[in-house]
């Protein structure tokens, strides 16, 4: 495996000591438009507003000051982890501050700060919900109380800061450290024996390692890590597989449990992993990977099928209507897929980025950045009811984005994710760069024998499939240039046009490498096959027998209710697909046929099949599944049965 040194840091949430693959960061390239170029602005505009102004009137940020003046407990609000949402707010400015130099963001941002540093004890304990008269003591609810996992979003926000601006004077780093200090102390070799219920604090001390040079910081993570599955916590309902200390990371066959704490975890133990050279935790942590996305993913990307314990399901087990598929454990389905990605260069893994990044994380937010799913269902039986704008949503239960919950964990991590996506589109390794993901964007970055290299990448992706990169320095020596062809794209093609030569050629899913001493003008353009296209399930995912779903490009297609009027119904359960029917592409969107199916109402829903049957047929358009509901209430739905 290959050892990098960065000097400075990449300007990235994940800067592995070693690995295939290095990162580009937030100083290497910038999105300058499009698709995530939009989405980008909302959020540093509105959506950090947003989380900001709900913090302070949700008293959970006010709870640090309350810490400070002695009105806790009485005066506290929120949940158990409520303190984790102000530090992944803090790591979402950091990663926005990082990219656009705003200065009331900066302002905000040191404000905030102090307010969290004022709260820290002497000691470096750091926590509003435990450890004063009238709380429950430190570290005595290790099941629930998510001392450990508020702290790993501390360490992330801190890294974020110091990544972006190395040595600010604000402190937080400091206070990351003192905390980390305290985590060693308490929970180190010589400690106690346990883990925390919530996984994240092993992504953050890894980091925090990485950043400062303090290899204890490592050592603990890997302590974390390796605890899982020795019983440390008690046995709950849902057993501790919720926890994922029901056997250890390294015997784990697929991702169990609570889906944001699975991939939480993996995403910690890979950053173990790659830095302690333990190759045999790494061949388990991919062997997990493979058969959660083969057989406990949604076709959207999502993961989780429970909605009792947010947890997954068996293989197989992906009912659409009771998809839970959490926005947060989709975020870390990337954190994990990107980690694997820069160990071992497989494009699989960025394909898995790609897909729910189209049609989880970009499904989340609201056009405005101002409301949210939580949970994103792939098939929606009624009509949702519209949030109060004003109000705070209990969190699974919110049938349309709602601009709060009481569990919001899910608009800060969009925002950090958002904020930061600039460093998930390219890496690099001695001999060239690799592009992953594909935006408007600019790209500047030095090999590791120093030369520079650079280009604009100009695409409408995902309306079109034209991605054109165009070199805009002189190289005298050949370097490689990798593009990602997404295992969907059969049939696409290449073409590079320099001053000497035009070449055009097919070329098949996975990374295509063009070698070349690119000259500035040299273009480089992939042409993706954007028709729409039919996906039929695994025949053992039972909920979705007989049905089927549309795709294009990236993009994961809906039928909604809205668009039911020329089959003369309005709701998507009365109507199925044409058998046979091929979608097609008219002014900007996709259509297809669809007829009513046999139904009637009776007293019971068994019996003998209803023969009759209505031969009547219409077009219908689809949606994208990120832009449902965006009309008004709808019902939806992605699988769409066969209208035999």
């Known amino acids: 495996m290959t050892m990098h040194t960065f000097t400075p840091a990449p300007q990235a949430p994940v800067v592995p000591g070693r690995g295939r693959l290095r990162p580009l960061g937030l100083g290497d390239v910038r999105i300058t438009g499009g698709f995530w170029g939009d989405r980008q602005t909302v959020n540093g505009r509105e959506t950090l507003d947003h989380i900001g102004s709900r913090l302070e009137s949700e008293g959970w940020l006010p709870n640090f000051d309350l810490a400070v003046s002695g009105g806790l407990p009485a005066g506290r609000r929120g949940r158990e982890f409520s303190d984790s949402e102000v530090y992944k707010y803090l790591e979402a400015l950091a990663w926005e501050i990082g990219r656009t130099d705003d200065d009331a963001l900066e302002e905000r941002f040191r404000q905030v700060v102090a307010r969290v540093t004022a709260a820290q004890e002497e000691d470096g304990y750091l926590n509003t919900m435990f450890g004063r008269r009238g ?175 947010e947890a997954f399901g068996d293989d197989w087990e992906l009912p659409p209507d009771r998809a839970y598929s959490e926005t947060c454990a989709s975020i870390g389905s990337i954190m994990f897929s990107w980690r694997l990605l820069l160990a071992g260069a497989e494009a699989r893994h960025a394909d898995l980025i790609e897909r729910t990044l189209f049609n989880v994380v970009a499904t989340s937010p609201a056009p405005d950045g101002r409301s949210f799913y939580y949970a994103n269902t792939l098939h929606q039986r009624v009509p949702g009811v519209p949030a109060d704008p004003d109000g705070t949503s209990p969190r699974a239960s919110s049938s349309l984005r709602a601009p709060w919950f009481e569990v919001s964990c899910c608009p800060p991590n969009v925002a950090r994710t958002l904020a930061s996506l600039d460093a998930y589109l390219a890496t690099a390794d001695s001999d060239g760069v690799q592009l992953h993901q594909y935006a408007p964007s600019s790209v500047r970055t030095s090999l590791d024998d120093g030369r520079v290299v650079s280009f604009e990448v100009e695409t409408q992706y995902p309306a079109d499939g034209r991605i054109v990169v165009t070199h805009t320095t002189d190289s005298d020596e050949p370097w490689t240039l990798s593009l990602r062809v997404p295992s969907w794209a059969s049939g696409a093609s290449l073409r590079i046009v320099t001053a000497d030569f035009v070449q055009q050629r097919a070329v098949d899913p996975g990374m295509v490498e063009i070698r070349h001493a690119f000259r500035s003008g040299d273009i480089v353009q992939l042409d993706l096959p954007m028709e729409p296209r039919v996906s039929t399930p695994d025949g053992r995912i039972d909920a979705v027998r007989g049905c089927v779903a549309i795709e294009r490009g990236p993009e994961v297609l809906a039928l909604e209710s809205t668009d039911l009027v020329p089959a003369g119904v309005d709701d998507v359960g009365c109507v199925g697909i044409v058998p046979g029917a091929q979608p097609v592409e008219r002014d900007g969107r996709v259509w297809i046929a669809v007829r009513r199916l046999p139904l009637e109402d009776a007293r019971w829903p068994y019996g003998e099949p209803v023969t009759e049957r209505d031969a009547t047929t219409a077009e219908v358009p689809l949606v994208p599944y990120h832009e449902w509901a965006e009309r008004g209430p709808s019902t939806m739905r992605v699988w769409i049965p066969e209208a035999v």
């Open 135 to 309: 709380q429950g003591a430190r570290w005595s609810d290790l099941e629930w109380g998510h001392e450990l996992y508020c702290l790993g979003h501390l360490f992330q926000a801190a890294v974020a800061r110091e990544r972006t601006r190395p040595g600010a004077d604000d402190g937080l780093i400091g206070v990351a450290r003192r905390a980390a200090d305290l985590v060693c102390a308490t929970f180190g070799p010589d400690g106690r024996d346990a883990i925390c219920g919530h996984a994240v604090v092993e992504v953050g001390l890894a980091e925090l390692s990485r950043t400062t040079g303090d290899r204890r910081y490592l050592a603990q993570a890997r302590l974390f890590v390796e605890r899982h599955g020795r019983g440390t916590l008690r046995d709950i309902e849902w057993g501790r597989k919720y926890f994922q200390d029901d056997m250890a990371v390294r015997d784990a066959k697929v991702l169990r449990g609570h889906a944001v704490r699975a991939n939480y975890l993996a995403a910690g133990a890979v950053d173990v992993a790659v830095d302690a050279g333990d190759g045999e935790l790494l061949k388990a942590l991919r062997r997990q990977w493979d058969r959660t996305s083969a057989r406990r993913t949604y076709i959207t990307g999502g993961q989780g099928s429970h909605h009792q314990d």
